[in-house]
């Protein structure tokens, strides 16, 4: 059984850089075909995906997010890392981690998401 759990600061001060981990037990991030991907839900919104990273650690940003996203990987301690420059209270929300199976689709397991709240 694979689980995600997400870690990081609960608050952040607008302008700063949002640093979330998550860290994956029951199974490799480099293994064949898996992408880790990061989502996000502000408050009374949707989902949003946010980037992956895949297991052959090459990365992917969404369009509207790249310019601030950057998505990196530990493979020793199994744990991938997202990093959202230059917050603004928008960018309060709960995020998460999840695998699937391509890129920002076939999401098969889930963290329990972390809430960010951006705010000084």
């Known amino acids: 059984q694979v689980q995600l759990q997400e870690s990081g600061p609960g608050l952040v001060k607008p302008s700063q850089t949002l640093s979330l981990t998550c860290t994956v037990s029951g199974g490799s991030i480099t293994t064949n075909a898996y992408y880790w991907s990061w989502i996000r839900q502000p408050p009374e919104k949707g989902l949003e995906w946010m980037g992956a990273?895949?297991?052959?650690?090459?990365?992917y940003y969404s369009p509207s997010l790249k310019s601030r996203t950057s998505i990196s990987r530990d493979t020793s301690k199994n744990q991938f890392t997202l990093q959202l420059s230059s917050v603004t209270p928008e960018d309060t929300a709960v995020y998460y981690c999840?695998?699937?199976?391509?890129?920002?689709?076939?999401?098969?397991?889930w963290g329990k998401g972390t809430l960010v709240t951006v705010s000084s």
């Open positions: 990273i895949a297991y052959s650690g090459s990365t």
């Open positions: 999840a695998r699937g199976i391509r890129v920002g689709l076939g999401m098969d397991y």
